[in-house]
Structure formats: C-alpha cells, structure tokens
C-alpha cells in the first residue's frame, strides 16, 4: 500500500513539473483514453440494462444513435459527457494541475444575490444570444466550398434532431431526467474541464488571463463540432471565463452554464407541453428595441458582478495563479 501511494506521489510528481504545453498534450491523450474506456464500459452496461446484445448496442453508437430509443441516447449522453470532460478534469487536477481551492464553495461570496444576478444576466440576455444564433446559422460558404457547408450542416441537422428528440417530451419524469442529464451534468462536468483545467493551464502558458479566457471559449465552442453555432458558444464560454476569472470559484460558472441550460430544456418542455414540434419565433423577441434593452441590462448586471466579486475577494486573481 505505502509503494502504490509513493509511486502515485511520483507520477503527480512527474506531471505537475512539465511544462504547460506538455501538460496540455497530456490531457488530450487522457480525454482521449478516458472516453474509450468510459464509452465501453457504458456499451457494456447498455446492453444489461437496455437488454440488447452488445453487437447491436455497438452498432448504433458507431451510427451517430441515429434511430435509437431516446432513453438510449440520454444514456450515452450522459456516459460521453463523464467520459470526454469530467473523468479528464478530476485526474488531470489531481495529477498536474492541484488547482482544489478553486473547487471550493467560496464563503465570502453572497450566493442568494449570486444566483439572482446570474438568472437575470442569463435571461435578460436571450435576445442578444438568439440573435446571435441566427446570424451564425445564416453564415454560407463561398460556391467552391458549397460541399464542406452542405456536410457540416447534414452533420449538424443530425445532431440537432438528437437534441430535439431527447426534449420533445410533455413528461414530468422526461423533464426531470433531462434536467439532470441535459442541464447538470454538461454544467459541472464542462466547467470543471474548461475553466477548472484549461484555463488556469492556459494561463500558464500565455501569462495572460483574456488571451487563456478565449482561447478556452474557442476550445470549448468547437468541441461541441457545430460549426453554425461557433459564435454564440464562443461568447457563452468567454462569459463563463470572466465568471470564473472573477469569482476564482468554479460554482459561479457552473451555475451560470445550468441556468443557461436549464432554460433551454425548460423552454422546449413548455412547447411539447403546448403541442408544438419547435419555437416558431417572435419578432417583438429579436426586434432592435428588445436588443438594446438587453445589451444594457447584461453589461450592468455584469458590471454589478464584477464590482460585487471585488469586494468580496479584493486580491486580484493574477496574484493567485
């Protein structure tokens, strides 16, 4: 037992000395590993719990889960979010990074205003992020790259038929698991990667904190691989970033990204509970006037963000890292 915690010792040893670049390299290959192996045994696990045979279980996975029982592919959503971005951040914090105080519950903090102030930015910033949404998803390529834009929105389609698939349910029981598997589980497990790990591992390497909160935004929007949706994540990963940035406790953005969520998969069980396929759209929703009226409502509730996470911790985040 004492040679299997010397020999734990000396691997986090090994990993916490590299640089930065190879940390990074190294957390790759265990996002990688921890996927397969996260992804297996959930195949494993799929066919005793789903009673299917494990060729058939692997089949589907290979096909995207195109034409699959929606609770199969809640499950497996769930299984690719704890293989691909939380198993990686806790081993990656405990072998390299050793950034715990972060995931700390930060006392000083008044978490009631928190929360308020973090469900009026997310909800008063609705029209400028469905704004955003449909400019990204007007963007065409140029006619010689007429194919490329053709693929990426056939792949797209796809994994937004997915989505819609998993929320068109007028079930309490459906609402409740979504919740936890479409509005929870992304929030903690993204955060604890992107701005658990990543950035603080950025800004290491950079030495500048907005370079390492973008770089992260840009990682974070384009692993979710939807091409006409870049924008709108990039703006939600850098809005996340400053949360962290500022609070320097990871449950600022992670409450931040499960309001964010939670209102998209609460908007889409009011519509199944309506009867409707999708949101038809509302002019009054995107027209100048309402825009406007969010664009100033955000930049004062952040603004009172930022002003409140300076009080309460008036050391700069810099001197911390």
Known sequence: ?????????????????????RQFLFLIVLMGTCLTLVSFIGMVL??????????????????????????LVRYFQGVQTVGLFLLPALLANCLF???????????????????????????????LMEKLISWNASVSFPEKWSYLEQHLRTMEDLRNQLSQNMLASASGLNLLINIAIMA?????????????????????WF?????????????????HMQFFGFIPRLVLGGLFGYLYFWSRTIWVPVLAHFINNLIAVGFAFWIAVQGQDKFSGSPVFTSWLTLVFSGIVVFLVLKAIRKKFQKALPTSMEETQ
């Open 46 to 71: 799929a066919a005793v719990l789903f009673q299917m045979p494990f060729a058939e279980v692997q089949a589907l996975a290979e096909s995207g889960f195109q034409n699959s029982p929606v609770s």
């Open 184 to 204: 929870i589980l992304p929030a903690v497990a993204e955060e604890f990667l992107f701005r658990g790990v990543l950035q603080p591992l950025f800004g290491q």
């Open 97 to 127: 990074l050793r950034t715990e105080d972060s995931f700390k519950w930060v006392r000083q903090h008044q978490w009631g205003s928190v929360l308020a102030m973090l469900v009026v930015l997310m909800t008063t910033g609705m029209p």
């Open 207 to 223: 030495r500048n904190v907005h370079v390492s909160i973008w770089v992260v935004a840009a990682i974070f929007s384009a692993i």
């Open 1 to 21: 037992m004492e040679n299997s915690f010397t020999a734990w010792g000396m691997l986090r040893q090994l990993f916490s000395d590299a640089s930065p670049g």
